[in-house]
């Protein structure tokens, strides 16, 4: 115990850890307009599934993804719930042309496509229904 | 990784995880303190054990199991066993790197090591958030890219 360096990097990890934990959790699964969205178009073709009528949900999904059963859940009772919106999960280790063309970095990724398949919003993390349902009346009312 | 090719995967108490962690937590902070490389071979043994045999059989979810769980209610729900068990593989690489790295003499390796495995695990003790399941889906793009590269 004579040297202290190791106990003071263990302080600054663990501080470090949670201003990082802190602002993620602030951040996780906000539904918000991405940068390199705009013009983002994804067709039925692509997708492998038809798009709603009025809006679908994509989400990518990993099997060692710890949060995408629970956004599977969410996202598809409200899909079942709201007429014209479907409810489309990709494997992203499957569809890495998907992942890269989409700038998709992290699992669960939903992406909110208007009726024509434009992204409207997108989500990093898994997001709260509340989130869920105003993006969709913003895809729906395009 | 073999529960994959048997198809239904194990679902487990998500809480078993990240009490394991919780433990992972207060021993990578001993290791760094200590700078203490058989600890932290110790701890590369426990992440081994969670990754090759599933979280339940390593020694921490052992004592969850036998300690933690009676005294609480039953789980509210049940979580995919593949994401933390790839996580327990994660931490075994840096556990198992750290460890050379302290027993060798390289120091400046171990403690490099054991700073990032404690951020993981502390991340995952405190928040819930699980980074070698994040890491994931880069590493896979990664692997891909590399591939397409050697073509």
Known sequence: ?142 | MSDRALGAPVRVDPRGPRFAAVLTTLVLVVVLATGSGPLLAAQAVVFALGAALGLRYSPYGWLYRRLVRPRLGPPRELEDERPPRFAQAVGFTFAAVGAVGYLSGATWLGVAAAALALAAAFLNAAFGYCLGCEVYLLAVRGRARLGQATR
């Open chain 1, 1 to 142: 115990m004579s040297d202290p360096t190791g106990l003071i990097i263990a302080v600054v990890v663990l501080a470090a850890a949670t201003v990082f934990g802190l602002v993620r959790a602030r951040r996780d699964g906000r539904l918000r307009s991405g940068r390199g969205d705009a013009g983002l178009r994804l067709s039925s073709g692509e997708l492998g599934e038809s798009l709603g009528e009025r809006a679908t949900l994509v989400q990518f999904s990993t099997s060692f993804c710890a949060t995408c059963p629970g956004t599977r859940r969410l996202l598809s009772d409200v899909a079942s719930g709201t007429p014209g919106v479907r409810h489309v999960e990709i494997d992203a280790e499957e569809r890495l042309d998907l992942v890269r063309r989409a700038e998709v970095m992290r699992t669960p990724t939903v992406l909110v496509l208007d009726r024509g398949g434009r992204v409207v919003r997108r989500a990093s993390g898994p997001p709260t229904r509340a989130e869920v349902v105003s993006a969709l009346e913003l895809a729906t009312a395009s």
